[in-house]
Each structure stands twice: as structure tokens, then as C-alpha cells.
């Protein structure tokens, strides 16, 4: 389901489950609208610390760093321009990090902090949460910045585009093998407690979708829209002209999309399509498909839990993923959608690479310099922000849904 260009090989060489839950009767469908208004957006804070049940000395005398931005990516490539970019003295390890990235690094007053979690999903979750409960950190006003590389379909960017999302949608659905599908179906994925595609799901884990903060994605992505971006090289130029249509044949820019998490990579055009479709069908029409990588919903699962704790606060995230290639290519169908991932050249990932730190570095740079202003809820949501489960309103001691569901007044 999840594509990065098989190209990224000229620069290095990238190693990159369905779980099956009850079905619970009790659980709700939000309906998603484009002017979601809470009753309690405007005037959002995050939890205060939960200590109950939890050793309360280890969570609020010994945390002892408070950095005001934490960047977090997912592999080498996507550390290696920040590490350079920014002055890290400061090395730490906590239990939990991934065995090939086990260090966070600080700049020298831990304003600044960045950690990497390993690919796919499991090491997304696992890193973040290791993260998010370290006594060694205060992350309750701490803004978090996900920067990473991603698939883009062409219909919606191009490859240096830098994207920011409103809603994480991870794929979680049956599939059927494609020599054997129905003759009226044209996929073979459908979703969880349905029968046929196209259907609200049925049974809900609770990590298919994530919302965030609007006006932080916007202030980030206004911020991005004033940078120049790099076009990539000349391979990369030609692959965007290649395409007879806009925005695929543009330069690259900052837009405003949604992102698919999944950990099996998938290409073609009936699946962008595919997927296209199931981005529209759980955001009930308010989603934007654009990108596909391999773990934003996993890393959201983990700062949801802390935050419904105060651990973190969840309204101070913003989703940046950069194009490193296209889902599919017009020329590239039927028999030869294989040459297409495994052969075809779009040009290296160079330009998503650095545009990660081009497009990011005015947002860090704010939040760090205008702090107090971040603080203080200048860009509080006005939006919902949460999960399907509405785990942030939840009352964590009764075990009871609060009385806000998405897409309520």
C-alpha cells in the first residue's frame, strides 16, 4: 500500500501486519464536515499531568528537559540534513529507541531536540512511546514537527512538494486476491466488518484516522510558502514533465493534504485510486488524499495515549511529509507497473531531502523565537483533534466517552 521510489537505491539502500480486534457495538461513526466547530476548540489546553496509578515522584520531579520543539523522523536520510542543519551538543539515550537510532540529540539549552524511530509502524509506535514516558522529559508544551519523506499521487503534488496534514488515515482493511475479485468489484480491498468495497467500516481499532490542528499545520505551512524549495535534479525534472497535467508537471511547492500510513508499499494507478477513495469514505468527504508513508498514524496512536495523560499536548503537532516519488506514472500501466517500481528512474530523493529542512526551519525557528506567543494559544485549534475514539475527552477514571464526537457542535 505504501510507496517510495525504488530510485532512493542510487543514494542508499532502504530496509523498510493485520491485527484482528472485536468488533464493539458501542462505538460511533464521526461525521466529518469541512466547519467542524467543538463547543470546546476555542478555548482547548491539554490535560494536566495524570499521575494516578503511575509513579508520581518519577513523572514530575525527575523531568528534567522541557524542549520547546521535538523533530521526529523515521530513517537516516531523513535525520542526516537536520543533524547538519542544527548545532546538536547534547546526546542522549532513554530505554525504548530503536536499536539503530538510540540517540536524541539536543542543541545546547534543549530548546531543540530530535529523535528517530526506525520504519514502519511498530518502530514509529514504539520509539514515541518510549519517548513520551521518559522521566528524562517534560513534553507537555512541547510542539512536536514529524518530517519525513512520502509517495505522492500525481493527481494531487509533485515530487518536492512538501505536504501538511489535517488527517492521518492508516489502511487497515481486508483484501482479496485480484484474480479471484467479484466481476462487478474494481478493488479488492474493502473494509473491516463490510462486504463489499466502498462501505464505512465496521469494526474500528481506534487508529484509522487522526485530526489535527488546522491552525498549526496552516501557520507552518504559511511559513513553508515563503521558502524556496529545491527542484531536485535533472531526472527529477523530467520525470515531472513526463506527465501532461498539472500538478504533477509543476515545481514543487507547500500544499495542504492528507497522508496514508501503511507498512506495505503498493503503486499503480487503480490502487492511488483505491486509496483515494478510502481517504474520502472515513473523513466522510473532508479528507484530501495525497501522500502515502509508513507511520504518522502509528506515531499519532503514541501522543494520543500521553496526551490523554498531559504527557503531551496533542494540538502541537504538525504532519510534514516531502514527495520523494510518484504512486504511479500514465505511461507506466498494465504489464509495465512493475518496470515502474523497480526500474524506472524518477531521479533520486536528493530534493525531498532537503526540502525537509528547507520547508521546516522558518516553523521551528518561530515556535523557538516566538514561544511565549505558541504558549499562550496563538495558534490554538479551532478544529476537532483526536482520534475516532475521542480519547482526549474520555474520562480516564470512569472509563466513560465524553460528550463531544467528531463532527458535533
Known amino acids: 500500500m505504501l510507496f517510495r521510489q525504488l530510485g532512493a537505491f542510487l543514494l542508499v539502500t532502504c530496509v523498510s501486519s493485520a491485527l484482528t480486534f472485536p468488533h464493539s457495538d458501542e462505538l460511533y461513526k464521526p461525521e466529518y464536515t469541512s466547519t467542524i466547530q467543538p463547543s470546546t476548540s476555542a478555548s482547548y489546553s491539554a490535560p494536566a499531568i495524570q499521575t494516578s496509578g503511575l509513579n508520581e515522584t518519577m513523572y514530575t520531579e525527575y523531568r528534567d528537559y522541557s524542549p520547546k520543539v521535538f523533530i521526529v523522523n ?33 542543541d545546547e539549552n534543549y530548546e531543540l531536540c530530535e529523535v528517530t524511530t526506525g520504519e514502519g509502524e511498530i518502530n514509529a509506535a514504539s520509539t514515541l512511546t518510549a519517548l513520551s514516558l521518559s522521566p528524562l522529559f517534560d513534553l507537555s508544551r512541547t510542539f512536536f514537527l514529524v518530517a519525513g ?14 505536504t501538511f496534514a489535517r488527517f492521518a488515515i492508516q489502511i487497515l482493511e481486508y483484501e482479496v486476491d485480484a484474480r479471484e475479485l467479484p466481476s462487478n468489484w474494481t478493488t479488492g480491498y474493502f ?8 462501505v ?85 468527504g473532508t479528507g484530501n488524499y495525497c501522500t502515502s508513508q509508513q507511520e504518522d498514524n502509528a506515531t499519532l496512536e503514541a501522543l494520543i495515549r500521553a496526551a490523554a495523560f498531559g504527557l503531551v499536548d496533542f494540538s502541537r503537532i504538525v504532519l510534514m511529509r516531502t514527495a520523494s516519488d510518484f504512486t504511479y506514472d500514465d505511461n507506466f500501466s498494465g504489464n509495465k507497473t512493475i518496470e515502474f517500481f523497480t526500474e524506472y528512474d524518477q531521479g ?6 532537503v526540502n525537509l529542512v528547507y520547508a521546516s526551519d522558518p516553523f521551528i525557528r518561530d515556535v523557538i523565537e516566538n514561544f511565549e506567543d505558541y504558549d499562550n494559544g496563538l495558534y490554538a485549534p479551532s478544529n476537532y483533534i483526536g482520534d475516532y475514539f475521542n480519547t ?9 466517552w465524553g460528550v463531544e464526537s467528531w463532527g458535533t457542535a
Not at 547538519?84 to 547534547?90: G, M, S, V
Open 74 to 106: 523515521m530513517f537516516s536520510l531523513e535525520q542526516a540534513p537536520f543533524l547538519e542543519r542544527y548545532n546538536f551538543t547534547h546526546k542522549l539515550t532513554i530505554p525504548g529507541l530503536s536499536p539503530l537510532y538510540n540517540t536524541i540529540h539536543c
Open 200 to 284: 464505512y467500516p465496521g469494526n474500528i481499532y481506534g487508529t484509522e484516522i487522526f485530526e489535527l490542528n488546522t491552525n498549526l499545520r496552516d501557520r507552518a505551512l504559511e511559513l513553508a510558502e515563503s521558502v524556496f524549495l529545491y527542484n531536485g535534479t535533472e531526472i527529477n525534472e523530467e520525470t515531472r514533465l513526463s506527465y501532461n497535467y498539472s500538478p504533477a508537471n509543476t515545481t514543487p511547492k507547500a500544499i495542504a493534504c492528507d497522508t496514508l500510513t501503511g507498512d506495505t508499499y503498493y503503486f499503480g494507478e487503480l490502487l492511488d485510486q483505491t486509496f483515494d477513495n478510502y481517504t474520502t469514505l472515513l473523513t466522510n
Open 348 to 353: 533520486g530523493i536528493t530534493d525531498s531531502i
Open 191 to 198: 473494509d473491516y466488518g463490510t462486504d463489499e468495497p466502498n
Open 392 to 400: 482526549l475527552q474520555r474520562n480516564l477514571t470512569t472509563r466513560e
Open 149 to 162: 519523506i512520502a509517495g505522492i499521487s500525481p493527481l494531487k503534488g509533485t515530487i518536492g512538494d512538501v
